[in-house]
């Protein structure tokens, strides 16, 4: 069993950044493969950011790529996405989610967190 609790979320203007938090805890926390998704108000939830089990091959959506950094810390069973140049449009909730498999779809993944909110508005 992995539970996972995200944090770090909050009201941000436009150009600014933030560093989102996913600790997890359980045996096999360093064997799966982390992803963070996120869900705009009334929109379906997408695509972040993806990081392998050993933190050496990473994967974004193309609307974040080039302003967000994931990474992931094995000593404190965290990992953490690096938000930069934020938008109006990145406002969502931004959920951490593990898998034994690498995945680009909300479907299927086996551990979710809880979300943390993220607005950016002047």
């Known amino acids: 069993q992995v539970q996972l609790v995200e944090s770090g979320g909050g009201l941000v203007q436009p150009g600014d950044s933030l560093r989102l938090s996913c600790e997890g805890s359980g045996r096999s926390f360093g064997a799966y493969a982390m992803h963070w998704f996120r869900q705009a108000p009334g929109k379906e939830r997408d695509f972040v950011a993806a990081i392998t089990w050993s933190g050496e091959s990473t994967y974004y959506g193309d609307s974040v790529k080039d302003r967000f950094t994931i990474s992931r810390d094995k000593s404190k069973n965290t990992v953490y996405l690096e938000m930069k140049n934020l938008k109006p449009e990145d406002t969502a909730v931004y959920y951490c989610?593990?898998?034994?498999?690498?995945?680009?779809?909300?479907?299927?993944?086996?551990?979710w967190g809880q979300g943390t909110r993220v607005t950016v508005s002047s």
């Open positions: 989610a593990a898998d034994g498999l690498l995945r680009v779809h909300d479907s299927g993944l086996e551990y």
